[in-house]
């Protein structure tokens, strides 16, 4: 027990880009501005989704798990990040690492899950338009986002668990921007090939088989779309689907490609700039591209910066 001890260190150094020093000010720079993005964005569409009656529906219901998802996402390894990159020594309290793993590891498998739930939505308001209101009642929609959530951080106690009790016998190096369970995985001093497996598995539940489920979903929808006789109406469809497409590729293919595919020694650097996709640029973009591409969002977005002006008068 007390070599167990002994061996759980009391900070980790994150090594990100050290190598490349001349990336500290671009990357800094970066992080910020799609942090203040991120920030902005999914607050908005939290605020627009809630105070305006018209978007009371299953759709934005979704849509603020997901803003809100990203923001608690994006804030467990930004603001860490950034004070990282302003300090000689960029290290992390062992206690600060093991909450940075849970949390960021339990909002990535909600979203996995999430993005599933809303394709579901766009399904039956597509393919199912006459029975939607019946199908995607109130009750039906909170218990979908719920078992969403339950089952991110579910798992993400197991995965936790299962990473933070291998040996590291004094390893404290994690060639990485911020704890996550591939670059953790390489710092015990034992096999690790069961705990890979039982990653590669749970990544099969939470990526592939809800990008799966998500495929089939948009495969009918273009279907029934392609039926619509109305062109405004065919526009209007593909244009609420393609947002979510948009976000379901950026999302899955990036973490697919960090989580399935098996570590090489080429692959040390492109690991690092993949997980920045799904776990910064994604959920930055993730507002813009519901907001641009959303007529009915940008219009609530002004009636509400109206009843602004008009309460200030």
Known sequence: MNWVNKSVPQ???????????????????????????????????????????????PMYFFLSNLSLLDLCYTTSTVPQMLVNICNTRKVISYGGCVAQLFIFLALGSTECLLLAMMSFDRFVAICRPLHYSIVMHQRLCLQLAAASWISGFSNSVLQSTWTLKMPLCGHKEVDHFFCEVPALLKLPCVETTANEAELFFISVLFLLIPMTFVLISYAFIVQAVLRIQSAEGRRKAFGTCGSHLIVVSLFY???????????????????????????????MLNPLIYTLRNKEVKEAFKRLVARVFLIKK
């Open 11 to 57: 900070e980790f150094i994150l090594l990100g880009f050290t190598d490349q020093p001349w990336l500290e000010i671009p990357l800094f720079v970066m992080f910020l501005f799609s942090y203040i993005l991120t920030i902005f964005g999914n607050l908005t569409i939290i605020l627009v989704s809630h105070l305006d009656f018209k978007l009371h529906t």
């Open 253 to 283: 293919g990036t973490a697919i490609s960090m989580y399935l595919q098996p570590p090489s020694p080429s692959s040390k650097d492109r690991g690092k700039i993949v997980s920045l996709f799904y776990g910064i640029i994604a959920p």
